[in-house]
């Protein structure tokens, strides 16, 4: 009852924004260029003071278009989830915020980034300390590329600016025996950009799944049925996402998108792992899928609750860091 009330509340909400997201979606469609929210008094958080608002990078492209030949629907064992190497992924704005202390600092990162494959454009601000990447490449190696650096970098949105009420979700698995994070990103109203990365499985292939429910009480066993909005009948439920291919340590990671697939839905749903391929067991682990911080959503520097900054908090705070 309380995640239908749930569902009930999140649709109230968004039917009372909807004419305002259809005037947003109308501007942002006759401009070749993304901008960032003006109207938003975003700042950063410091124990000793407080910087004014990001300065606006240009971003002369539009994300709108994708591929329509991508898709990850029944992968096969040719078409390995857990790699795909040759796969383009659609175009997305990533933001870091990376601890850098001067311009030579600013130059290193930059300078790192823009030989990356897939990365068309990158802007830092050495005064917010935010990096800010378009293009396909994905997270895993963009966040490497920054490590290599030798300089501490956490992911704070991704997304396409302005375009969606949620543009970016994410599910964590915080063990005790699987570790993992999986990201969704909107790329348009069709298209939904998905990355995950986990440690702690068995090696092997093991079929994963949005479930209906965030219901976690008896782990993956109370998740329900696979996602499926429509009411048709169909081969393979839109949930579906196939099959992970697992190293012998235990790792598999994923970038991919999915067809028809709205970020929106998500939220108080859930992502299940299972044992076995054809998802014939109850399931080895589950996460709740949560709203994430799209672009320009997440700038600050202190944690509100107990003061800690984010360059203070150790590594155990970021699931990424265990895979």
């Known amino acids: 009852m309380a995640f239908l009330r749930s569902v009930a509340t999140t649709s109230a909400i968004a039917a009372s924004l909807l004419p ?6 109308s501007s942002s469609s006759s401009s070749q260029s993304f901008r960032f929210p003006k109207s938003q ?18 971003l002369a492209t539009s994300l709108t278009s994708s591929p329509s030949a991508l898709h990850m629907d029944a992968p096969t064992s040719e078409q390995k989830p857990s790699s795909q ?29 823009q030989v990356v494959d897939g990365v068309k454009s990158v802007e830092a601000d050495l005064d917010t300390q935010v990096v800010r990447i378009l ?20 992911l704070i949105g991704q997304g396409i600016p302005e375009d969606f009420l949620v543009s970016a979700a994410v599910a964590e698995f915080k063990g005790p025996d699987v570790f993992g994070v999986v990201r969704f990103a909107q790329v348009n109203m069709e298209l ?22 965030g219901d976690l009480t008896k782990g993956a066993a109370s998740t329900g049925k696979v996602f499926n909005p429509s ?61 994430s911080a799209g672009v320009g959503e997440n700038y600050k520097k202190l944690c509100t609750c107990d003061g800690t900054t984010i360059w203070e908090s ?6 990424m860091s265990k895979v």
């Open 85 to 113: 190497s040759d796969a383009v992924l659609p175009e997305l704005l990533t933001e870091y915020m990376v601890d850098m202390k001067c311009e030579s600092c600013v130059k290193a990162v930059k300078n790192k980034l």
């Open 20 to 25: 305002a997201a259809i005037a947003l979606s």
């Open 41 to 58: 008094n975003i700042s950063f958080f410091s124990s000793s003071s407080s910087t004014p608002n990001p300065k606006p990078l240009f």
């Open 314 to 319: 150790s590594d155990k705070d970021f699931v």
């Open 192 to 213: 939904a950009r998905i990355e995950a990365s986990f440690s702690g499985l068995s090696p092997g292939k093991h079929g994963w799944s949005i479930n209906e429910f």
């Open 135 to 154: 293009g396909a490449t994905p997270l895993k190696t963009m966040t490497e590329a920054l490590e290599q650096t030798g300089r501490k970098a956490r």
């Open 231 to 291: 009411t048709e009948s169909v081969n393979e439920p839109l949930g579906d996402l196939g099959t992970l291919d697992t190293d012998e340590n235990g790792n598999a990671f994923f970038s991919g998108v999915k067809e028809k697939l709205r970020v929106s839905d998500l939220i108080g749903r859930s992502i299940a792992v299972y044992g076995t391929a054809d998802k014939s067991d109850s399931g080895v682990a589950a996460a709740v899928i949560a709203r």
